[in-house]
């Protein structure tokens, strides 16, 4: 039973141009939304999070878009470089289920220069 | 401020041995939780532990178990190896318990092969 899914195992794209990361889900008890980046031999790092009560949070770069009647929500990267090719997973958690967090498979971004 | 460190970083066992995997959390945190990656997937929830208490268990049988320290460092121990335990395991920091606001500091993991 995949809660969250990331359904694109990979994406390519050109230095410059938007990335745009997909996950869906489909447990609608979910409250809150993260985004992890991970490099080979390292751990995931947080990247942006977004509570289930809004619908957009952007840092900087980076913009998270929740769309809860379709249980979807996504990642864009804009402008992406070539730094940010890692794989990015998508994790949701319920304030009840406190500090357990349910990972998608992860996409897998490379961005050429 | 030191990060999240684990120790071993590779290791190799056989079927049915045991295996003591170890974590040093970042500085301040009291709460520690464990994921298993497997190949191609994203990390799974084993447990959590709140201030040496366990604070939560995902859908893992009773031969993973863990502890945390009175300095919040934890141990994941697995008991009677099976071959599909064969993954990465990874070991998170947080501070503030059971707060799903709290992001989540990880290690590097550690690679358990079983032969």
């Known amino acids: 039973d995949q809660q969250v899914k990331q359904n694109s195992p990979s994406l390519s794209v050109q230095e410059g141009r938007i990335s745009i990361l997909n996950c869906d889900y489909t447990n609608s008890m979910f409250d809150y939304f993260l985004w992890y980046k991970k490099y080979p031999a390292e751990g995931p790092t947080f990247l942006i999070s977004?509570?289930?009560?809004?619908d957009k949070n952007e840092d900087g770069r980076f913009t998270v878009f929740l769309n809860k009647s379709a249980k979807h929500l996504s990642l864009h990267i804009v402008p992406s470089q070539p730094g940010d090719s890692a794989v990015y997973f998508c994790a949701a958690a319920s304030y009840n289920q406190g500090g357990k967090l349910i990972f998608g498979q992860g996409t897998e971004l490379s961005v050429k220069p | 401020e030191t990060g999240v460190t684990q120790s071993p970083t590779h290791l190799i066992k056989t079927r049915g041995q045991q295996v003591t995997l170890r974590c040093s959390s970042q500085s301040g945190h009291n709460t520690v939780s464990w994921y298993q990656q497997a190949l191609g997937q994203g990390p799974q929830f084993i447990f959590q532990y709140y201030r040496e208490e366990e604070n939560g268990r995902g859908n893992f049988p009773p031969r993973f178990s863990g502890l945390q320290f009175p300095n919040y460092s934890s141990e994941l121990n697995v008991n009677a190896l099976e071959l599909d335990d064969s993954a990465l395991y990874l070991c998170?920091?947080?501070?503030?318990?059971?707060?799903?606001?709290?992001?989540?500091?990880f290690g590097s993991g550690t690679q358990l092969s079983v032969l």
């Open positions: 998170a920091s947080s501070l503030g318990g059971a707060s799903t606001n709290e992001k989540l500091f």
């Open positions: 977004i509570s289930s009560i809004k």
